[in-house]
Structures are given as structure tokens and as C-alpha cells.
């Protein structure tokens, strides 16, 4: 029995589900092609295959000391927070419905349920710390399903690749405490599986699209994209009827450690992490590749902070 076996063996069941929602192979061996229907079987089945059944009512909340809480409560996240897991879910369902295989049907609806399990982990949070936030606001869903799922899935490939990076140099510089960063951490990864699942699902539809079409949805992903950088510069006061509806949070998280951080370090962190956190599932599985390339071209002219 090898070294790793013998770890899996002898884990807790919190640290094998944990394990599990970290590490997966597709059963099928060799090449697979994007767009096939071993393409779509190993999509439909990396979800499940890799949930980690974490309940967030039985989440342990550290006590945190008063310094440590307030900081907490001072992040400008909350609200946004919330209101973009509601959306997110709501979204990711709709456009589910408009989806004819059960499997990859099944598979959208799971992962819109993680999402609303995520908005139910920040509920806990903000109710353990007694973090004030608003209301929620009833959210009208767009006419066009694909758009809004398009709008959620880029978005969170964005705000998920600094997140990683955000959540890291928080926790190595003690802004959140270890046991807080603990607690949190199987929300980060879900949504690492997310943007996985996301970028498999995108190549496989566009794969399976007749020439015209793809020319129309590949001109409506460059209008999202300009949508999603109009956002987040602050310039759209109203979006979806809902005033800054996905605004990206990350930012404001940024800003909130902006005396911690060196924009150089931070992606150089962001990348380490996206690779760490991407590391252990199928190396035939699409990784997103945008957002990190972007990043690495800033960081080519980005020199970092020189120390005093």
C-alpha cells in the first residue's frame, strides 16, 4: 500500500470527503476528445463525483477576538456576496431548463444547488458574526437563459481566480485567523470545481454547434465579456434591474487589503493557487485558461513593491 493509499485510508470522514472533492479521474483511459460523448460523460459526472457533502447549518464559526471581527465586519463584501449566490443559482437552474440531456441537465441543477448552498454558508457567517447586511432584493431573472448563465460562469471564472489569491494572502497574513480560513476553504474549492465544469461545459457546447451558430454565440461570450469589464470598472449603475447586480466583490476584498498587498506578489499568488487548486482532477478535463493568461501578460510589466 503506497504512501498516499494508506493517508486515504486512515482520514477522518471530513478529510476523505475533502480528498474526494479535491482529486478525480475519469474511469474511461485514453485521448478524449472536446465535443465527444466521452467529453459529455466526463462532464456530466465531475460534479458529483466530487461533492463534498458539507452541511453549512453544523459549520463550526471560530470565536474570533474583537480586532479580528471587526476587520471581518468592515469587509465590503457581505451584501455583494450574498446577492451574487442567489443570482448565481437562480441563473444556473433557468438555463438548466432549457437543456435536453437529463445527464448534463442533472448535472446543471447540481451544481446551481452548490451554489445556493454557498449563499446559505454566508448566511451562517454573516448570523455567527453578527455581520449587518441588507435585505434580499427579489431578482427578475433576463429573457435570455444562455446569456445569464454565460454572465455567471465568466464571471465567477474571473472573480474565482483572485479570490484564490485573496483568501491565500489573507490567511498567510493573518487577516483571517486559521480556523476561520478552515471553515471556509470547501467553499473556495467548490467553486474551482465550478469554473472547471464551466470551461468543459463551454468547449463541448461549442464543439457541438453548427459554424453559423458558433458565430453567433462566440460574438454574444465577447459581448459578456465587455459587459463583465464595463461592470467591473464601476461604469453601469443598473444591470439585470438590479443596481450593480454582479458587481465583483473581489475587488472591494482587494481594496480592503490594499496595505497588505503587492499587485505583483497577489498574481504571482492567484496563479500558484489557480495551478494547486486545479491540480488534482482529470488532466484530460479543460482547464480555464483566460483569465490566468491575462494575468501573466500584467505580470510581465508588473514589478513588485521593493521592500523598505
Known sequence: ???????????????QA????????????GPIKIGSAEHLEMLTELLGATYNP?????????QLEPETRQRII?????DMAVQAENKAGARIEFFAQTVKDKKLRGALLHMAGEE????????KLVAAYDIPILPDEE??????????????????CIDSFFAYGLFEMARRSGFFPDKLVETFEPV?????????????????????MPW???????????????????????????????????????????????DELDPARLLDICLEEDKRRMAGYDARLKRPTTVPFVARLVRLVLRPKKKN
Open 1 to 15: 500500500m503506497d504512501d498516499m493509499t494508506t493517508a486515504t485510508a486512515t482520514a477522518t470522514p471530513v478529510e
Open 18 to 29: 475533502d480528498h474526494n472533492a479535491r482529486h478525480w479521474n475519469f474511469a474511461k483511459p
Open 54 to 62: 458539507y452541511k453549512p447549518a453544523v459549520l463550526d464559526w471560530p
Open 74 to 78: 468592515a469587509l465590503p463584501i457581505w
Open 116 to 123: 445556493r448552498r454557498h449563499r446559505e454558508v454566508l448566511s
Open 139 to 156: 431578482y427578475v431573472l433576463p429573457v435570455d437563459a444562455e446569456w445569464a448563465f454565460l454572465v455567471t460562469g465568466y464571471s465567477e
Open 188 to 208: 473556495i474549492q467548490e467553486e474551482g470545481r465550478h469554473i472547471l465544469f464551466f470551461t468543459n461545459f463551454v468547449a463541448w457546447y461549442r464543439a457541438n
Open 212 to 258: 453559423w451558430r458558433r458565430i453567433l454565440f462566440e460574438l454574444k461570450v465577447a459581448r459578456v465579456y465587455a459587459f463583465l469589464a464595463w461592470e467591473r470598472m464601476g461604469i453601469a449603475s443598473e444591470v439585470d434591474g438590479m443596481e450593480n447586480a454582479d458587481a465583483n466583490f473581489t475587488v472591494s476584498g482587494t481594496n480592503s487589503l490594499v
